[in-house]
């Protein structure tokens, strides 16, 4: 064993029937020197974390001592739509056979339960019909659970099927007992359903209906169960399945069809209208509208161009595209997203940790609650039927699968729906942190802001219109690649105006932008810092700094245009100006504005109970001006990046609980201070590193949809936890007394694994 691991390796472990199997197991795992271990029975898995100098043979070597098996993941699979993996087939294959069982088992159940309950249906010789219908399903039907006892027999311990496999060999052995020994075997011998065994009743009592109903009602639960979450853990399949299965590669200009895993970084692919983006890449060739909703769950198509970022499995619904690889295989976005959310459902929150511990030790205890019950009805005189049912009841009645499954359940669906709505939520604990929250922080650009400059103003000196002015200036700022020259040169669309192609002053509307209205543009030149000339139209026009112009070309503001550049410039904006024939014709004015959700998205938060904080290194004017347009009122400006997570943890000494929602590097310390930390899914690696949620959409109103769901999912635990709890109070309690039928029993007991199951899928139905 040369191998070591010093992080997270993950193991997929085969026969667990219920939490304490998962119990036992960490149990075991935990007991290894230096290994830290956490085993989830809804996702069959065990993450364990490995000193250096152990290998992971050694810790599946303890899990096949304790009695179950274990073994690494299968590789993943090349590409989406390859065959199934064997996990996956070993999974399906299971619940194929736990169907197969139930079908059976319930055709032959129901005439026993129909002879032993209904005296009419009660011929001759009826008894021993209901024994030759009621041994295949005790048996084979029962199986599963028979093994299991054993197997945790043969290593000392006792689970939740020891005490179904106890029940069901009980109530069957006392029937034949009965029917071979004593008087339930002679003919002419009738018995009615009660609730309630009769003292006095001795040797005539069958439970043949009993053996076969629990068994039913136990397969059922299982076959609920496995169905739940084999749904539920497709997620993640589901995810990888969204993409393409082909790309079109440009090899020597000649378009060749190949696998997406053939795919390599560099690679240059065509994406054509209606046509899925194969995987990561940049946009080369081409402009388009990208459907990225299957990924990200934003129902808006985005436009992009040469130079953007396009996601794999996003929709192509516009032109033809040539897109260069950038990410491909396990490194691209999709496979990301799923990696998170298969970390997510491995994780335990601490309510699930007190679930663990109680399901450990309650097996044990049920058997001693049933041997009490057993002895203390003997001892009261009420008959061995009485305290037959009563013990028998006991056993069936308990329930740690309830508590096991209480929240990995609710886990997997959650993080699962989740995923589908473009929110990643990297654990159980971040679940925890979302109910306390009471303080969200902020990034302004790129989170609260489109991190992108538009215009948002133009006032023209006396004489001119606005449009002159505009065009003049976006046709100067047509070769710049400043943000501000960019916004400029697209201001007509971002005022609301004409086409973009208007500013070229093409004659047919059709050109990029490069030329003035009525003639070429030539001879652009930039001054850093300062503005850029350029001639259009054979007339030399200057776009800066007015104190450019007044420095370097002696082209003052007149007084009325100064006073509106001091308002802007209140206002948060930058200001340029624009002057041609050596006079100054007007001012422009560029700001990073806020995204169109970001006003709905912090109202949102409010609602939420949340007090929104804006955080920001821009200037105080522009930082107060966004947060005056979105509904913030407590701002914190010209905060350097390191001064980020200073600030989130003045608040928290404040005795708040912050949440950080951030897209950029200088985000990433804050967002690892904060209490939860949110990233922007537009943001950066360390940004998302850092963080607790990514949201894949990148737009504010997320963040509240994020929170909601988390909150909806830790509530949804706490009811599969309480139920679960209350139910074993309450039930084993009126088992021992006698107050329960086995056979009623057996059905509560799979009704209530079957509530937790059933209220964790309504999740699926977030909005």
């Known amino acids: 064993m040369t191998d070591t691991a010093s992080r997270p390796v993950e193991l997929v472990v085969g026969g667990m029937t219920c939490a304490s199997c998962a119990a036992r197991i960490e149990k075991r795992l935990n007991r290894m020197p230096g290994v830290e271990a956490s085993v989830n029975f809804a996702t069959e898995k065990a993450t364990v974390r490995l000193p250096d100098g152990t290998a992971p043979a050694d810790a599946i070597a303890v899990i096949e001592a304790t009695g179950y098996t274990a073994e690494l993941p299968a590789p993943p699979e090349p590409a989406p739509g390859a065959e199934p993996t064997a996990e996956r087939s070993r999974r399906r294959a299971h ?20 002879l032993s309950m209904i005296p009419p249906l009660q011929f001759a010789g009826w008894q021993w019909v209901a024994l030759v219908l009621a041994t295949p399903v005790a048996t084979w039907g029962a199986w599963p659970f028979h093994r299991a006892a054993w197997l945790n027999l043969r290593h000392g311990s006792a689970t939740m099927d020891t005490l179904i496999s106890l029940g069901v060999i009980a109530a069957y052995g006392w029937s034949v007992v009965a029917l071979v020994f004593g008087g339930a075997g002679m003919p002419g011998m009738t018995m009615e359903f009660r609730l309630l065994a009769e003292p006095g009743s001795v040797g ?17 639960g299982r076959v609920f169960e496995s169905r739940a979450k084999r749904r539920s853990t497709e997620a ?44 990561d890449g940049r946009v080369v060739e081409g402009a388009s509208a990208i459907d990225a909703s299957l990924v990200t769950g934003e129902s808006a198509p985005v436009e992009v161009g040469v130079g953007d970022e396009v996601v794999g499995a996003t929709l192509n619904a516009g032109g033809r595209l040539v ?29 699930q940790r007190l679930a663990d511990r109680v399901s450990a030790v309650f097996v044990p205890v049920v058997l001693a609650l049933a041997a009490v019950a057993l002895i203390g009805w003997l001892v009261a005189g009420a008959g061995a039927a009485v305290a037959f049912s009563a013990a028998v009841a006991t056993l069936v009645i308990a329930c740690p699968c309830a508590l096991g499954l209480a929240t990995p359940m609710a886990l997997l669906v959650g993080t699962g729906r989740g995923a589908r709505l473009g929110i990643l939520i990297r654990g159980a604990h971040v679940l925890e942190s979302t109910r306390r929250i009471d303080t969200v922080v902020l990034d302004k650009t790129g989170t609260v802001t489109s991190g992108r400059m538009s215009l948002t103003d133009v006032v023209p000196v006396a004489g001119l219109s606005r449009d002159e002015v505009l065009r003049f200036a976006a046709a100067a700022e047509a070769g710049s690649e400043h943000p501000i020259g960019r916004a400029i040169a697209a201001g007509d669309a971002a005022l609301g105006h004409r086409d973009p192609a208007h500013l070229t002053g093409s004659r047919d509307g059709s050109d990029s ?34 104190g450019w112009l007044a420095d370097a070309w002696a082209i003052g503001l007149p007084d009325g245009l100064a006073l509106a550049r001091d308002e802007l410039e209140s206002r948060g904006r930058t200001v340029v100006a624009v002057a041609w024939d050596g006079a100054l014709r007007g001012i422009l004015a560029v700001a990073d504005e806020p995204k169109p959700t970001s006003a709905s998205a912090v109202a949102a938060l409010r609602d939420l109970g949340l007090e929104p904080v804006l955080l920001t290194g821009d200037r105080d004017a522009v930082a107060r001006t966004v947060a005056a347009e979105v509904g913030i009122t407590d701002v914190r400006a010209d905060v350097r990046p390191a001064g980020k997570a200073e600030a989130v943890r003045a608040l928290q000494a404040d005795g708040r609980v912050v949440a950080m929602v951030g897209d950029g590097v200088n985000d990433a310390a804050a967002l690892a201070t904060a209490d939860l930390g949110i990233a922007m899914g537009g943001g950066t690696d360390a940004a998302i590193a850092a963080s607790d949620l990514t949201l894949v959409r990148d737009d504010l109103a997320a963040v509240g949809d994020a929170l909601r769901l988390s909150r909806r999912t830790l509530a949804t635990i706490k009811q599969n936890l309480f139920w679960a709890f209350a139910y074993n109070a309450a039930a084993i309690p009126v088992a021992m007394l006698g107050m329960l039928s086995p056979l009623l029993a057996g059905a509560a007991m799979a009704a209530s694994s079957a509530f937790v199951v059933a209220n964790s899928l309504r999740l699926a139905r977030f909005r």
């Not at 139930?102 to 026993?112: D, E, H, T």
């Not at 897109?323 to 601490?350: N, P």
């Open 236 to 279: 993640i399949s589901a995810l990888l399945e969204l993409g393409a299965r082909e790309a079109s590669v440009l090899r020597d200009g000649v378009e060749v069809r190949v696998p997406v895993g053939a795919l390599v970084v560099g690679d240059r692919f065509v994406v054509r209208p209606g046509e899925q983006v194969a995987t």
């Open 95 to 114: 619940g194929a056979s736990l169907d197969l069982r139930l079908r059976v088992s319930l055709a032959l159940a129901i005439p026993v339960a129909a």
């Open 204 to 220: 005539d009592e069958l439970y043949l209906e009993v053996a076969a109903a629990v068994t039913v009602f136990m397969l059922a």
């Open 513 to 546: 932008v490069g030329r003035s209205s009525t003639g070429e543009t030539t001879d652009f030149s930039s001054e850093p810092g300062g503005g850029v000339q350029a001639v259009v139209d054979g007339r030399l026009v200057l776009v800066g700094r007015p």
């Open 323 to 351: 897109v260069e690889a950038t990410r491909v295989g396990a490194d691209t976005e999709l496979a990301t997203m799923a990696r998170l959310v298969e970390e997510a459902q491995s994780g335990k929150a601490e309510v």
